[in-house]
């Protein structure tokens, strides 16, 4: 992540996260992100922790691209059952690319599928969102998206 700060820390076995850098770059970006990004990046609970729409902790559930990866794609996080009350349903539109890199984040033993954080950046063309799980870091490069917030059983 160009802003976003995560560090893997032995002594205490887990994540160090640190959103402010990015946070304080954002207002900057007002005028080149895509309008469902900026929402999206800029919701109040996004990068509270302690809010039940922060995405950190929320599981990797399911990956989905239409045989026309290049119309679209969407991504489902599952929610924490101790934090979040709903899941969380990202929509890419106008996909120019999608890249997974596996183990990039990984620490021994952790589990693999939880969301450590995100950061969205303007691109010529739209944006790119950047999301570091646990296990893997997931990078899609699109025109826009849009995210929302829904019943866990939906």
């Not at 802003?3 to 770059?25: Q, V």
């Not at 900026?38 to 109040?44: K, L, N, Y």
């Not at 929320?58 to 969407?74: K, W």
């Not at 063309?125 to 019943?151: K, M, N, V, Y």
């Given at each position: 992540?160009?802003?976003?700060?995560?560090?893997?820390?032995?002594?205490?076995?887990?994540?160090?996260l640190d959103p402010r850098p990015y946070l304080g770059e954002l207002p900057k970006m007002r005028?080149?992100?895509?309008?469902?990004?900026?929402?999206?990046?800029?919701?109040?609970?996004?990068?509270?922790?302690?809010?039940?729409?922060?995405?950190?902790?929320?599981?990797?559930d399911t990956l989905v691209t239409p045989a026309n990866s290049r119309q679209g794609l969407e991504?489902?996080?599952?929610?924490?059952?101790?934090?979040?009350?709903?899941?969380?349903?990202?929509?890419?539109?106008?996909?120019?690319?999608?890249?997974?890199?596996?183990?990039?984040?990984?620490?021994?033993?952790?589990?693999?599928?939880?969301?450590?954080?995100?950061?969205?950046?303007?691109?010529?063309?739209?944006?790119?969102?950047?999301?570091?799980?646990t296990g893997a870091t997931i990078l899609i490069t699109c025109a826009d998206l849009t995210a929302?917030?829904?019943?866990?059983?939906?």
């Amino acid at each position: 992540m160009k802003f976003i700060e995560i560090e893997w820390r032995t002594d205490t076995r887990g994540f160090w996260l640190d959103p402010r850098p990015y946070l304080g770059e954002l207002p900057k970006m007002r005028s080149t992100l895509p309008q469902g990004a900026w929402e999206f990046a800029t919701d109040p609970g996004h990068y509270d922790f302690s809010s039940a729409r922060c995405v950190k902790d929320l599981g990797f559930d399911t990956l989905v691209t239409p045989a026309n990866s290049r119309q679209g794609l969407e991504i489902l996080f599952s929610p924490n059952p101790w934090k979040h009350e709903e899941a969380l349903r990202i929509r890419y539109t106008g996909i120019e690319s999608l890249s997974v890199d596996w183990e990039s984040q990984a620490a021994g033993g952790s589990v693999r599928d939880s969301l450590l954080l995100d950061e969205i950046l303007p691109t010529d063309s739209g944006c790119r969102h950047e999301i570091a799980l646990t296990g893997a870091t997931i990078l899609i490069t699109c025109a826009d998206l849009t995210a929302s917030w829904e019943p866990r059983n939906r």
